[in-house]
Nanobody
Framework: HVQLVESGGGSVQAGGSLRLSCVAS????????MAWFRQAPGEGLECISN????????YYADSVKGRFTISRDNAKNTVYLQMNSVKPEDTAVYYC???????WGQGTQVTVS
């Protein structure tokens, strides 16, 4: 059984920072390639970043490049998303996703004012 649990969301002022965490439990295959998606109000899903098991060569969407950083601590089965210089358009529900097996977390709300 694979479970992804996000935390760290909340309300922040524009220009501020947040760090999202995703703890993954279950088989190791599910944790090989992890991603963060988001869905803004009234919008579709957007893949904003992903990272492989080694942590190298992460992907970033243009909308977050230079502001967000994805990382992982394999010893803690945790993936992070450091969000800096946030903007009101970053307001969304953020989801942690296991790309290999297609599991999604429950989501965490980020609101930027």
């Amino acid at each position: 059984h694979v479970q992804l649990v996000e935390s760290g969301g909340g309300s922040v002022q524009a220009g501020g920072s947040l760090r999202l965490s995703c703890v993954a439990s279950g088989n190791a295959e599910s944790r090989k390639c992890m991603a963060w998606f988001r869905q803004a109000p009234g919008e579709g899903l957007e893949c904003i970043s992903n990272i492989d098991s080694g942590g190298g060569n992460p992907y970033y969407a243009d909308s977050v490049k230079g502001r967000f950083t994805i990382s992982r601590d394999n010893a803690k089965n945790t993936v992070y998303l450091q969000m800096n210089s946030v903007k009101p358009e970053d307001t969304a529900v953020y989801y942690c996703v296991s790309l290999v097996l297609g599991y999604w977390g429950q989501g965490t709300q980020v609101t930027v004012s």
